[in-house]
T-cell receptor, first 113, second 112 residues
Framework: EAGVVQSPRYKIIEKKQPVAFWCNPISGHNTLYWYRQNLGQGPELLIRYENEEAVDDSQLPKDRFSAERLKGVDSTLKIQPAELGDSAVYLC???????????FGSGTRLTVV | GNSVTQMEGPVTLSEEAFLTINCTYTATGYPSLFWYVQYPGEGLQLLLKATKADDKGSNKGFEATYRKETTSFHLEKGSVQVSDSAVYFCALYTGTASKLTFGTGTRLQVTL
């Protein structure tokens, strides 16, 4: 089966510009996660969806970040405007049951210059 | 809250050496424990897991045992290969938090 698909793989933008990341989870996985991984660090949760509902967005910087999950399948994460400190790898993951582990996509490496 | 502490890297070993990467955790409730591996330029792959005390997870020659009394989940491999060079992340999941919490990762470099 296809894994979690993310695009783009790499993105370089100037600060203050908008950027969007897309994620297609594994078919049938109701739970979708966006994580941010800073250089040399472990991933940190930004937002968790159960179907189309965002059930945990407590770590999402809502002044500039937004996310949506249309029809409970694909998801988009947006940053507007981007800041230098947003440079990181943005990982999408999905799961059928969290206690069994997540499947991660390859990530989008964002560089803000 | 939940947290994971891993030994700092990088860990540099010669091929066929024995590997141990230490991981300890703090959690409310009864967590499931995981090791993920991240190869250069790739996302995280689940390496092994254990869902209750005294369980042993294993995969590709790697093993880790869920030790509740010491709140540890150390990763071991008897004989590492150059292809094992990667960053290894210990993580935990509880139903209370409903999310994976990761350690900071340990970089392993295996040389010939």
């Amino acid at each position: 089966e296809a894994g979690v698909v993310q695009s783009p793989r790499y993105k370089i933008i100037e600060k203050k510009q908008p950027v969007a990341f897309w994620c297609n989870p594994i078919s049938g996985h109701n739970t979708l996660y966006w994580y941010r991984q800073n250089l040399g660090q472990g991933p940190e949760l930004l937002i968790r969806y159960e179907n189309e509902e965002a059930v945990d967005d407590s770590q999402l910087p809502k002044d500039r970040f937004s996310a949506e999950r249309l029809k409970g399948v694909d998801s988009t994460l947006k940053i507007q405007p981007a800041e230098l400190g947003d440079s990181a790898v943005y990982l999408c993951a999905s799961s059928l049951q969290g206690s069994y582990g997540y499947t991660f996509g390859s990530g989008t490496r964002l560089t803000v210059v | 809250g939940n947290s994971v502490t891993q030994m700092e890297g990088p860990v540099t070993l010669s091929e066929e050496a024995f590997l141990t990467i230490n991981c300890t955790y703090t959690a409310t409730g009864y967590p499931s424990l995981f090791w993920y591996v991240q190869y250069p330029g790739e996302g995280l792959q689940l390496l092994l897991k254990a869902t209750k005390a005294d369980d042993k997870g294993s995969n590709k020659g790697f093993e880790a045992t869920y030790r509740k009394e010491t709140t540890s989940f150390h990763l071991e491999k008897g004989s590492v290969q150059v292809s094992d060079s990667a960053v290894y992340f210990c993580a935990l999941y509880t139903g209370t938090a409903s999310k994976l919490t990761f350690g900071t990762g340990t970089r392993l470099q295996v040389t010939l």
